[in-house]
């Protein structure tokens, strides 16, 4: 290293002896720079330690904010998704109604079915008509399944009691499980919704890394609000009689052609009397399901042979002659089985075309030719009731809100130090119905589930 010539020189002269107090004081540092260095220091770490403790309480309050979004918007959602979930549950469970009440009708018309067999059995057992007569007018292939009615009527009265049993659990089912899932539904939503906010909010807040810790929402000095409600009467509980309800019964039963009418009517070919050219024997098959005002269901099966007659007195007429016959109807009166006692005309005191223009005069039409009306008589002194309490309940949409979705908002404070001070957070969810392109129709009800939840913009203030 070099040395400049006068310190060198300097410091030669105070190695060979020069004054020790002049070589000191050269040497030494001045007096006026001792000490003012630490207090500037002190100034700088104490401002750089402030600096620090803002930028920590700027992130610490900015990382609760954040957190207090994310829980927010979580709790919103989950609060949509549990209503989307239970307008499915409503649509499942009115689906499922739908199905037990199609099995019902099912079970009554079979029922129907099968008394109408065995009645029918007895009348070719007595040969009243006889089976070859039918198929000498009509075809074989009716005289053959007239006379293989003949093994109905080995039968007993146990098949109608399982049908009987098969009717009341379903409707065990539509009126005491359902009705209970559904009532729940509507009456809990609002606690189940709650629980999920709940879960939510402590979930997003209490263990993830947020300044505060804790299991409720006390701990973590949180209180939240719903500031926008479209669930409330968001769906109702509806008596299954009315419009609706029975429509959509009716086009679902319409479906399976088992359930519709049953008429049907063949002709003989050849004329059977010249005074009567344009009239023919006939054989009508009769048969009808149908739903009542009160959600009581009936059934009704006949077949008749009906046979071309002329008299003086009236002229051309058809003398019926029943094959079969079943009338089935439920009621709510609580009754299980029994049958009713309608009096059948007797015709050893009266002649059929007599009773029938007498039938006419009372206002229904006995020889218009489209109904059964011996047959029907018949049915109904052995008619069979079975005990129902009709269609029950189901849920609907309010008719008043006429709306798609429904809109869920909910605000969040949190306090976050012993002064009190505090965070906000909002947000906004809504349930809506989205059913795929494909579906039968778009129209939100409770009869497809295709509701789902998401997030939306806050709302504008009016």
């Not at 807040?205 to 949180?222: A, T, V």
């Not at 109904?380 to 189901?394: A, E, H, I, N």
């Not at 809109?407 to 001070?421: E, Y």
Request: charged letters at 20%.
């Amino acid at each position: 290293m070099l040395i400049s010539k006068g310190v060198a020189e300097i410091y030669e002269e105070c190695s060979r002896g020069a004054d020790e107090k002049s070589c000191g004081r050269m040497f030494q540092k001045p007096r006026y720079q001792s000490g003012q260095s630490m207090l500037i220091g002190l100034v700088i770490c104490t401002a750089a330690i402030l600096a620090w403790l803002s930028m920590l309480e700027t992130g610490k309050r900015v990382h609760d904010k954040s957190s207090l979004n994310r829980a927010t918007d979580a709790a919103a959602y989950s609060a949509a998704l549990i209503h989307a979930r239970a307008l499915n549950m409503h649509a499942y469970l009115n689906r499922a109604q739908l199905g037990h009440q199609l099995a019902m009708a099912h079970l009554i018309a079979v029922a129907t079915t099968y008394r109408f067999s065995k009645q029918m059995s007895n009348q070719a057992l007595k040969r009243n008509p006889p089976p070859s007569l039918i198929g000498a007018f009509f075809g074989p292939q009716h005289g053959v399944a007239y006379a293989a009615a003949i093994g109905a009527g080995m039968g007993s009265t146990y098949t109608l009691n399982t049908f009987r049993d098969a009717f009341l659990r379903h409707e065990h089912q539509v009126h005491h499980v359902l009705n209970q899932i559904r009532q729940a539904q509507i009456k809990e939503f609002e606690r189940d919704r709650e629980r999920a906010i709940h879960r939510m909010l402590i979930a997003n807040i209490g263990n993830s890394g947020d300044s505060k810790r804790g299991e409720s929402l006390e701990q973590l000095g949180l209180k939240f609000s719903l500031v926008i409600d479209d669930t409330k009467d968001f769906v109702n509980e509806q008596s299954a009689n009315d419009g609706l309800w029975r429509d959509f019964l009716t086009k679902v039963v319409n479906q399976y052609g088992f359930l519709t009418e049953r008429n049907n009517t063949k002709r003989n070919m050849w004329l059977v009397n010249p005074r009567c050219p344009f009239k023919r024997h006939e054989l009508r098959r009769r048969g009808r399901l149908q739903l009542d005002q009160s959600g009581q269901w009936s059934s009704e099966d006949t077949l008749s042979f009906h046979a071309l007659r002329h008299n003086k007195f009236i002229g051309c007429y058809q003398r019926e002659y029943p094959m079969g016959w079943a009338v089935l109807n439920t009621d709510g009166t609580g009754s299980v089985t029994r049958d009713q006692t309608v009096n059948a005309p007797d015709f050893s005191k009266q002649t059929f075309w007599r009773w029938a223009r007498h039938q006419s005069a009372g206002g229904w039409n006995i020889f218009s030719g489209r109904h059964n009306p011996l047959a029907n008589r018949y049915a109904q002194s052995v008619r069979l009731k079975w005990d129902s309490k009709g269609l029950g309940t189901y849920a609907q949409l309010e008719r008043e809100q006429g709306r798609r979705n429904a809109r869920l908002a909910i605000q969040v404070t949190q306090s976050i130090n012993r002064n009190d001070d505090e965070i906000h957070s909002f947000a906004t969810a809504q349930s809506y119905f989205d059913p795929p392109k494909n579906a039968p129709t778009h129209s939100a009800s409770l009869f497809q589930p295709y509701w789902r939840a998401t997030l939306i913009p806050r709302p504008h203030s009016k």
